[in-house]
């Protein structure tokens, strides 16, 4: 009767394990990319804290013209994050050193700021001259990398890039929130 039993739970076990496999290797490819939350120790697979919800993906800098987006893109992220939807931002010193400050820094001024509750990131190369895989897949997906800062990415429930809109567009502008609405 021990070994029955024993021989179940190492059955179970092993079935979880290949459950765990399976499901990491139904990652999107996009998602496939770890990273430090701002300010943070630990990494994060944005697959395994994104996947299944609609994403839009913003490099951001706090010294920049466009630095005023990060009020639309709270409010967007207040207004459908039940909905499934959540905003990743990724500091970048890549265009104009508009964002050189450390990473706490960062944090903290977006928090007083703009109370930015949405998931902000490492510090991170956008620019295609130097940019990290993440930006190097959404620029090669998308067929248009970031030519400055608050470049905006939209990824399906798929993990897929089903728009992608320069700094100049407003982060609640009607073309993006129709967008959205299109993939929630």
Same mark, same amino acid.
């Given at each position: ?39 943070? +120790?630990?990494?994060? $697979? ?27 893109? !709270? ?9 499934? /939807? ?6 970048? +010193?890549?265009?104009? *050193? ?5 990473? &706490? ?5 977006? $928090? +007083? ?20 895989? /993440? /930006? $190097?897949?959404? *620029? ?9 800062? /608050?470049?905006?990415?939209?990824? +399906? ?12 567009? !407003?982060? &609640? ?12």
């Amino acid at each position: 009767m021990r070994n029955q039993l024993m021989a179940m739970i190492t059955g179970l076990g092993l079935l979880l394990s290949q459950g765990a496999l399976a499901e990491s290797s139904n990652c999107p490819p996009l998602l496939d990319h770890s990273f430090r939350p701002l300010a943070g +120790d630990a990494s994060q $697979r944005l697959c395994e804290v994104h996947r299944g919800k609609v994403v839009l993906v913003v490099n951001t800098a706090s010294e920049c013209g466009y630095t005023y987006q990060y009020a639309g893109l !709270e409010h967007l992220y207040e207004r459908f994050r039940e909905q499934g /939807f959540v905003i990743i931002g990724f500091p970048s +010193d890549d265009f104009g *050193g508009q964002e050189p400050g450390g990473e &706490e820094e960062i944090k903290q001024f977006c $928090r +007083d700021t703009y109370s930015v509750q949405f998931p902000m990131y490492e510090k991170t190369h956008a620019a295609q001259s130097n940019a990290h895989p /993440f /930006f $190097r897949d959404l *620029g090669e997906a998308a067929g248009q990398y970031p030519q400055w800062n /608050f470049h905006k990415y939209l990824l +399906d429930r798929q993990g897929r890039v089903v728009g992608s809109w320069r700094s100049a567009v !407003e982060p &609640e502008s009607q073309e993006l929130v129709r967008t959205i609405k299109r993939y929630l």
